[in-house]
């Protein structure tokens, strides 16, 4: 069965570093999201892309956030000076269409000292 | 804008009884709805998704869920535990079928299993 792949599983960055999380979503899949789960909370909303922009964007994705298709099969999620509290499980998800249903990677659990 | 409340953020269940996980949501028109297992340290997998028709959903690894308009929820069900089943579940809903729709995440229920 086809999956998104999520690279690295782990990484601990220090505060005000720049992390470049990647995904591989599923190649016939249209839209793609990135979404986080801080320890013991519930998985948040941060971005969704389709058609090489943004299509909608949550208020936690401020300016220090961007993301990237670079390559039509990478897609990337950016976090250019990160703070203690953006430790969090980060996942990544595509999708053909709703109906079709989301398809999420493993996650990288992003650790910032 | 659409949003899913989970009121129980922990059960425990015996191996061998039945279960039934809460969901409700809260969304103007027809909504979306999925249910998501996490277990620890894993990712989100598709348990089973509603848009219309049958009411009653089957999905993996033995559970059901139940759509009721008029209580405005989706509770999620299964006969009968098994000791693998005790994760993280999360009812989520998305507001409409075009475009890029994005997923509201309840707060989710962890499931304990006892022996």
């Known amino acids: 069965e086809p999956e998104v792949t999520q690279t690295p599983s782990h990484q601990v960055t220090q505060m005000g570093q720049e992390v470049i999380l990647r995904c591989v979503p599923i190649?016939?899949?249209?839209?793609f999201y990135w979404y986080r789960q801080i320890l013991g909370q519930k998985v948040e909303f941060l971005v969704s892309f389709y058609n090489n922009e943004i299509s909608e964007k949550s208020e936690i994705f401020d300016d220090q956030f961007s993301v990237e298709r670079p390559d039509g099969s990478n897609f990337t999620l950016k976090i250019r000076s990160t703070k203690l509290e953006d430790s969090a499980m980060y996942f990544c998800?595509?999708?053909?269409?709703?109906?079709?249903?989301?398809?999420f990677g493993s996650g990288t659990r992003l650790t910032v000292v | 804008a659409q949003s899913v409340t989970q009121p129980d953020i922990h059960i425990t269940v015996s191996e061998g009884a039945s279960l039934e996980l809460r969901c409700n949501y809260s969304?103007?028109?027809?909504?979306?709805l999925f249910w998501y297992v996490q277990s620890p340290g894993q990712g989100l997998q598709l348990l089973l998704k509603?848009?219309?028709?049958?009411?009653l959903v089957q999905g993996i690894k033995g559970f059901e869920a139940e759509f009721k308009r008029s209580q405005s929820s989706f509770n999620l069900r299964k006969p009968s535990v098994h000791w693998s089943d005790a994760a993280e579940y999360f009812c989520?809903?998305?507001?409409?079928?075009?475009?890029?729709?994005?997923?509201?995440f309840g707060q989710g229920t962890r499931l304990t299993i006892n022996p």
């Open positions: 190649s016939n899949h249209l839209y």
């Open positions: 989520a809903v998305v507001g409409g079928i075009q475009g890029a729709q994005k997923l509201v």
């Open positions: 969304y103007g028109a027809t909504p979306y």
């Open positions: 998800a595509s999708s053909q269409g709703p109906t079709y249903g989301y398809t």
């Open positions: 509603y848009f219309s028709g049958d009411t």
